[in-house]
Structure formats: structure tokens, C-alpha cells
């Protein structure tokens, strides 16, 4: 099982490709929760970062805007770029990441990330 926020990460990514979509919730709820629980600065931040990714991919605005004030608290750096993915998807359904060289819809129509 994996433990690190970025190992979380991928294996949310995974589960919303493959349509799992209980699972990637669970996978959220596991990362708030480490980003509760941890000591380092660093993993907090992945981890809030990483869970308001997938809460915006689900759909799930409350718990996007959730993990944005958590980062902001922290003074994390990450704080804007969500806040522009949680804009940019609220505003056309999209996720604003393009790593595939294109944007992909978010969960409810297609895909992740």
C-alpha cells in the first residue's frame, strides 16, 4: 500500500482513469488525512495539493476549496495554482492541467488531470 503523497497521487489518477471513482474519493480522503497528520511541511503541502486535485477532477468544490485555504494557511506557493484549476474547472468543467499536451474533461465527462 502506498504511503507517500505522491505514490497517493498516481494511484488516484489510476482509479479516475479506470472509472473507480469511490476509490480515488477514498484516496482523498486518505491524503487530507495525511496532510493532517504529518510533520513535514512538504508532505503537507503534496498532500493538499495532490487531494484538491482529485476533489476538483470528482467535482467535489467544497473539499477543492477546503484543501486551498489549508494551503494558503501554510503559505504554500501551491495555493494560487489550485485556485486557478478550482476557477478554470468551475468555470467550463475542465481541469486546467495539460499533461498530455491537451486538457482532458474532468470525471463526470471523461477523465483526470
Keep these: 500500500?502506498?504511503?507517500?503523497?505522491?505514490?497517493?497521487?498516481?494511484?488516484?489518477?489510476?482509479?479516475?482513469?479506470?472509472?473507480n471513482l469511490p476509490a480515488a474519493e477514498k484516496v482523498m480522503d486518505e491524503l487530507f488525512e495525511i496532510a493532517k497528520n504529518s510533520g513535514y511541511a512538504l508532505a503537507r503541502e503534496e498532500s493538499l495539493f495532490g487531494a484538491g486535485k482529485i476533489a476538483i477532477a470528482l467535482k467535489k468544490f467544497d473539499k477543492a476549496e477546503n484543501a486551498?485555504?489549508?494551503?494558503?494557511?501554510?503559505?504554500?506557493?501551491r495555493a494560487s495554482k489550485l485556485r486557478e484549476k478550482i476557477d478554470l474547472a468551475q468555470k467550463n468543467g475542465m481541469v486546467g492541467d495539460t499533461r498530455?499536451?491537451?486538457?482532458?474533461?474532468?470525471?463526470?465527462?471523461?477523465?483526470?488531470?
Excluded: C
Aim: no cysteine; proline share 5%.
Design 100 to 113: 498530455y499536451g491537451r486538457r482532458i474533461p474532468a470525471a463526470s465527462k471523461k477523465s483526470v488531470f
Design 1 to 19: 500500500m502506498a504511503w507517500a503523497p505522491k505514490d497517493k497521487i498516481h494511484e488516484a489518477e489510476v482509479a479516475i482513469i479506470n472509472r
Design 68 to 77: 486551498f485555504l489549508q494551503l494558503t494557511e501554510i503559505g504554500s506557493i
